[in-house]
C-alpha cells in the first residue's frame, strides 16, 4: 500500500512568489491534513480538509490556503511568501475525520524562500 | 485549548538501558494522545496512540506508553534502547471533537550512546 506522497520534495521559490505544494493521501483515505514545521514554532497545524470541505483552520494568515479534489488528492497555497514561511511542509491522512485516528504523513515538501 | 509539555529537548541513554520520553499535557476535555517518531530528513511515524481505551498502550518497535489523568502525563518507554531508536520524538494531543488538529509538543531528541 503505498504511503502519503507529497510533491516536490525541495523547492526553493523568491519573496513575494507564490507556491502550490501537492498531497496524495493513502488510497481509501479521506482525511487529509497540512502541518508546517520549523525549528523556532515547532509542528504547526495549518488545516484538514474532509470531502473536499475545510473542516478545520490552525492559525495562519490568510495567504496560506488549501483545497482538496474529488479523489482526496490535496493542495496548499502560500502566496506572497516571506521568508519566515521557509520550512518543511507535512501533509497526513487518515481514514476519516475525527479526534481518535492517528495520521499518517509524508515525507514532507522543503520550502526554501530567498 | 489544548498544549503538550515534553520535558527534555535532548535525551541521552546508553544502547540497552531503559529509554523515558515524558509528556504532560493540559486539555479541557478527555485528550486523545499519541507519540511520533522522525528520523533525519523524512515525516513523522506514528508510534501509538491513546484513545480512551486501556490506560497502558502499546506501540511499534517496542515502545509503550501509559495515560495517567491524575498526573496529565502520556510518558513514553522502551525497556532496551537500540541505536536505530535515536530519533526525534513528538508528544501530540487532540480533544475530542478534534477541532484543531494536532497540538505537538517541542519534541525531544533521543540518543543513544554505543
Known amino acids: 500500500k503505498a504511503g502519503v506522497t507529497q510533491t516536490p520534495r525541495y523547492l526553493i521559490k523568491t519573496r513575494g512568489q507564490q507556491v502550490t505544494l501537492s498531497c496524495s493521501p493513502i488510497?481509501?483515505?479521506?482525511?487529509v491534513s497540512w502541518y508546517q514545521q520549523t525549528p523556532g514554532q515547532g509542528l504547526q497545524f495549518l488545516f484538514e480538509y474532509f470531502s473536499e470541505t475545510q473542516r478545520n483552520k490552525g492559525n495562519f494568515p490568510g495567504r496560506f490556503s488549501g483545497r482538496q479534489f474529488s479523489n482526496s488528492r490535496s493542495e496548499m497555497n502560500v502566496s506572497t511568501l516571506e521568508l519566515g514561511d521557509s520550512a518543511l511542509y507535512l501533509c497526513?491522512?487518515?481514514?476519516?475525520?475525527?479526534?481518535?485516528?492517528?495520521?499518517?504523513f509524508g515525507s514532507g515538501t522543503r520550502l526554501t524562500v530567498v | 485549548a489544548q498544549s503538550v509539555t515534553q520535558l527534555g529537548s535532548h535525551v541521552s541513554v546508553s544502547e540497552g538501558a531503559l529509554v523515558l520520553l515524558r509528556c504532560n499535557y493540559s486539555s479541557s476535555v478527555p485528550p486523545y494522545l499519541f507519540w511520533y517518531v522522525q528520523y533525519p530528513n523524512q515525516g513523522l511515524q506514528l508510534l501509538l496512540k491513546?484513545?480512551?481505551?486501556?490506560?497502558l498502550v502499546k506501540g511499534i518497535n517496542g515502545f509503550e506508553a501509559e495515560f495517567k489523568k491524575s498526573e496529565t502525563s502520556f510518558h513514553l518507554t522502551k525497556p532496551s534502547a537500540h541505536m536505530s531508536d535515536a530519533a526525534e520524538y513528538f508528544c501530540?494531543?487532540?480533544?475530542?471533537?478534534?477541532?484543531?488538529?494536532?497540538?505537538f509538543g517541542k519534541g525531544t531528541h533521543l540518543i543513544i550512546q554505543p
Open positions: 497526513a491522512s487518515s481514514p476519516w475525520t475525527g479526534s481518535s485516528y492517528g495520521y499518517t
Open positions: 488510497s481509501g483515505h479521506r482525511s
Open positions: 501530540a494531543v487532540r480533544r475530542g471533537g478534534g477541532a484543531d488538529g494536532l497540538t
Open positions: 491513546y484513545t480512551s481505551a486501556a490506560t
